[in-house]
């Protein structure tokens, strides 16, 4: 009938007049709102990053994400550089999904040091993980300028360095778990006997030998006015990683003008934290990204 004909054409008038309000309504600069509210939850396992088998993360995309408000969070696990993998995460992945629910997380493996793949391979797969997620923004319906960088020890190493050596305006925040941030006072001035030894089989080498490739491996020595908020969690009685490390990355950041909080557990040794240290130390992520965050 002419009449339904002349309704559909109203239809369609007025879902173009809507289209070019939400255009004319955005400031300059600004895209127009992502109509993607539907989008349902989704999980990916062992996705590509690079051409090693170890290249590879999981992904976890929360519903109703978009480009616009959708942050990411990019996980790095630890293990001395040479053992461990995205499964020391996966524990925890409920607990960031639901105190972060508007974060995608990308949870990566990176090859390791006692599979033939000597330093920095280790950085420049990281590199290349937070590269993958950034290209693929869009696909994801992410917003390909707001990460965090979460690493635990050698993975928190790794995000640090990421965060300061690169500085990319896209790493919004680092979350440290007490990682090394300065691998020459660790050699030279070590808390005990095997670190030292331990370094120079991460390495290869000694800082006499090659004194670059250690400065250029510590993550204080990129520190600038605009490196990322960091967070940085620590174990007074940590055996492996001195609590020194944690204190002198804060001092340091916070003389160029670097936001950081530092927070000790004092009766905390190195590696995985139970209970209320555990708890409070995600409490204190959840509270420190959504103030640096937006």
């Not at 690079?50 to 999981?58: A, E, P, T």
């Not at 004092?266 to 990204?289: C, M, Q, T, V």
Request: glycine share 6%; aromatic share 10%.
């Amino acid at each position: 009938m002419q009449i339904d004909h002349m309704q559909q054409q109203m239809k369609t008038l007025f879902s173009i007049l809507l289209f070019m309000n939400i255009l004319t309504s955005c400031k300059p600069g600004e895209q127009p709102l992502a109509i993607e509210n539907n989008l349902s939850e989704q999980n990916f396992t062992n996705v590509h990053y690079g051409n090693d088998s170890l290249q590879v993360m999981d992904i976890y995309l929360p519903k109703d994400r978009s480009v616009n408000h959708t942050k990411s969070l990019i996980l790095i696990h630890g293990g001395g550089w040479n053992s461990g993998s995205k499964a020391e995460f996966s524990t925890y992945i409920d607990s960031f999904k639901t105190r972060l629910p508007d974060y995608a997380i990308f949870n990566i493996n990176y090859r390791l040091v006692n599979g033939g793949h000597a330093f920095p391979a280790q950085e420049n797969d990281v590199k290349a993980a937070v590269d993958f997620v950034a290209d693929n923004a869009e696909k994801y319906h992410i917003n390909k300028d707001k990460f965090v960088l979460l690493g635990v020890s050698a993975g928190a190493h790794l995000s640090l360095l990421q965060a300061y050596k690169y500085s990319s305006p896209k790493i919004q925040a680092v979350v440290n778990y007490f990682g090394p941030a300065d691998l020459v006072s660790m050699y030279n001035k070590p808390w005990h006997p095997l670190v030292p030894l331990a370094l120079q089989m991460v390495t290869g080498t000694t800082p006499q030998q090659d004194k670059n490739l250690f400065e250029s491996s510590s993550p204080v020595e990129f520190i600038t006015p605009q490196s990322p908020p960091t967070l940085i969690l620590h174990g007074g009685k940590d055996e492996i990683v001195d609590v020194s490390q944690s204190k002198t990355l804060a001092q340091k950041l916070t003389a160029a003008g670097v936001k950081n909080q530092l927070e000790i557990y004092p009766s905390e040794r190195h590696g995985r934290w139970y209970g209320k240290s555990l708890i409070s130390s995600f409490d204190h992520i959840g509270n420190f990204l959504k103030q640096n965050v937006q």
